[in-house]
């Protein structure tokens, strides 16, 4: 939806209604949503004029901008509470590729130390990528024996491996895989990163929610769409997402953490807006 479409439909949000108490939930932005043109104390600036609270980050490309990033969080006073993991998908721990296993297990050790400068307490991971060259059960035996690698780190880092859902992954489609694939772990700094739009394909966003419990230490907002078509997510609360289902599960579990936006980027009404939005899913 182009911005210009997404703010004039934003009036039409206004009959959706959740009750009037906001969960304790801290409202974070993915760091990517934010006008790239400007520096980065620019960009937390902005980001915290528009009302989020905490920023997720993507894997800084090199120590200069990882420091850059440090600073403008310090000078704003908006905390950064997670990192992106940048190698994801170019380098998946599951890859038959040992040298391409290897980079993914770099990257996310890069990630690691920079969750542990910028004061972030878990690093997302998207665990492994089924494709023709590797099938389901190898990614999953060849991915946890990567991120077991990384523990003894993230307990250095004091940053928590938080395994992500993700549609395009083809990997952990239902909660209950979802919520076995970080038990056999058996360590607390393996958890759960839940998308709410990215389940909506294999289930209900709810019912993965009540199934993860406990083990939830971040979320992803975004909407998703039951009809098929190509492109980004709808706009948040324009989707098929039922947002007070899923607040009402949020609510049962007793979740705490932040969540974070996971949007395409724009101006600053357009944030404005994204984090009005974000306070209705919440409650506001």
């Known amino acids: 939806m182009q911005r210009r479409t997404f703010l004039m439909a934003a009036a039409g949000c206004g009959a959706w209604q959740l009750r009037a108490e906001r969960l ?31 920023m997720e980050c993507t894997t800084a490309p090199d120590d200069a901008t990882a420091a850059e990033i440090a600073d403008a969080s310090q000078a704003t006073g908006l905390p950064i509470h997670s990192v992106l993991n940048a190698s994801n998908w170019k380098c998946p721990l599951s890859s038959p590729d040992s040298e391409v296993a290897a980079q993914g297990l770099r990257g996310m050790e890069a990630s690691l130390r920079q969750a542990r400068l910028w004061g972030a ?15 389901y059960q190898e990614a999953w035996v060849r991915s946890q024996q990567q991120i077991r690698r990384l523990l003894p780190l993230a307990e250095e880092c004091k940053a928590v491996v938080a395994v992500e859902n993700v549609i395009g992954a083809r990997f952990l489609p239902s909660p209950l895989e979802f919520v076995r694939y970080i038990d056999e772990f058996q360590s607390r700094w393996v958890r759960a990163y839940f998308d709410v ?19 939830l230490i971040k979320l992803h907002l975004k909407d998703a769409s039951l009809k098929p078509k190509d492109g980004p997510p ?3 609360l324009e989707g098929d997402v039922d947002w007070g289902a899923v607040r009402t ?10 969540a974070t936006v996971e949007l395409p980027g724009g101006d600053e009404a357009y944030l404005r807006e994204v984090s009005r939005r974000v306070d209705q899913v919440l409650g506001a």
Not at 27 to 34: A, C, E, P, Q, R
Not at 197 to 215: A, C, Y
């Open 197 to 215: 739009g990215n389940s909506l394909r294999f289930g209900f966003p709810q019912d993965w929610i009540r199934v993860i419990g406990s083990r």
């Open 24 to 54: 304790p939930i801290r409202k974070g932005v993915l760091s990517t949503m934010l006008p790239k043109g400007l520096s980065w104390r620019d960009r937390f600036r902005l980001a915290r004029e528009v009302g989020f609270e905490q």
């Open 121 to 135: 307490d878990a690093v997302l991971l998207v665990p492994a990528v089924v494709d023709p060259r590797t099938p």
């Open 249 to 258: 599960a949020l609510e049962e579990v007793g979740f705490k953490g932040p």
């Open 234 to 236: 709808p706009p948040l």
